[in-house]
């Protein structure tokens, strides 16, 4: 009988590694990352007030401000001021940014916490040279000071970070994404809200 029951239970031995076998390719095969998750930006996490480093590009954000609207220069000198309002609420962020590498550009999108993406607004709204910091071509570690504006429903803004990217267009694949907390917890949001105003006067010829 002993004789007659090995080969049976050596047989069951290989049935049963080889389902174990398969069951495991399986499970790799629904749990290895998509290709989508591979060629993702590597994201970098940073904080408000701190200087934060990509591969290519330094950034530091310094404050955040709230506005209704902004009052703004004429296109030419002596036409009358003009105001840009927001279809949401203006959230500007002030900072510094470095080109590290190379000449380029950096660009920013507010991701609110339920994944939105807003990106920053381009460089004619509102028009405000040598502050709007959208399209602005940086060169290599020479620090530019300005900010970068986002017109957004005032309701995504709790626990929005701030993400800052190389080049334009969207983020690139397997590069860095800067991704910065800053710390729009309830308290702070109603900080920022309490010192909104419903037109920010940002002209530089103060005599229209």
Request: some cysteine.
């Given at each position: 009988?002993?004789?007659?029951?090995?080969?049976?239970?050596?047989?069951?031995?290989?049935?049963?590694?080889?389902?174990?076998?398969?069951?495991?390719?399986?499970?790799?095969?629904?749990?290895?990352?998509?290709?989508?998750?591979k060629v993702a930006?590597?994201?970098?996490?940073?904080?408000?007030?701190?200087?934060?480093?990509?591969?290519?590009?330094?950034?530091?954000?310094?404050?955040?401000?709230?506005?209704?609207?902004?009052?703004?220069?004429?296109?030419?000198?002596?036409?009358?001021?003009?105001?840009?309002?927001?279809?949401?609420?203006?959230?500007?962020?002030?900072?510094?940014?470095?080109?590290?590498?190379?000449?380029?550009?950096?660009?920013?999108?507010?991701?609110?916490?339920?994944?939105?993406?807003?990106?920053?607004?381009?460089?004619?709204?509102?028009?405000?040279?040598?502050?709007?910091?959208?399209?602005?071509s940086l060169a290599?570690?020479?620090?530019?000071?300005?900010?970068?504006?986002?017109?957004?429903?005032?309701?995504?803004?709790?626990?929005?970070?701030?993400?800052?990217?190389?080049?334009?267009?969207?983020?690139?694949?397997?590069?860095?994404?800067?991704?910065?907390?800053?710390?729009?917890?309830?308290?702070?949001?109603?900080?920022?809200?309490?010192?909104?105003?419903?037109?920010?006067?940002?002209?530089?010829?103060?005599?229209?």
């Amino acid at each position: 009988m002993s004789y007659l029951a090995r080969p049976l239970s050596v047989r069951w031995g290989l049935i049963l590694a080889t389902i174990c076998a398969l069951g495991l390719i399986v499970f790799l095969r629904r749990h290895q990352p998509s290709y989508e998750e591979k060629v993702a930006p590597l994201r970098v996490t940073g904080t408000i007030n701190a200087p934060a480093k990509a591969r290519n590009f330094e950034v530091k954000v310094k404050r955040l401000k709230l506005a209704r609207a902004y009052r703004i220069d004429g296109r030419y000198d002596g036409d009358p001021s003009r105001v840009v309002r927001a279809d949401g609420i203006w959230l500007s962020a002030l900072l510094e940014v470095t080109a590290t590498g190379e000449p380029g550009f950096v660009s920013a999108q507010l991701r609110t916490r339920d994944g939105r993406l807003y990106a920053a607004s381009g460089p004619d709204r509102p028009k405000l040279d040598g502050v709007n910091l959208a399209g602005t071509s940086l060169a290599t570690g020479i620090t530019a000071s300005g900010a970068y504006f986002f017109d957004v429903p005032e309701d995504r803004l709790e626990d929005a970070t701030l993400q800052f990217y190389w080049g334009l267009g969207a983020p690139g694949s397997m590069d860095h994404l800067l991704d910065i907390d800053l710390g729009l917890e309830v308290k702070a949001l109603a900080e920022l809200r309490d010192e909104a105003v419903p037109e920010l006067d940002m002209r530089t010829r103060m005599d229209r």
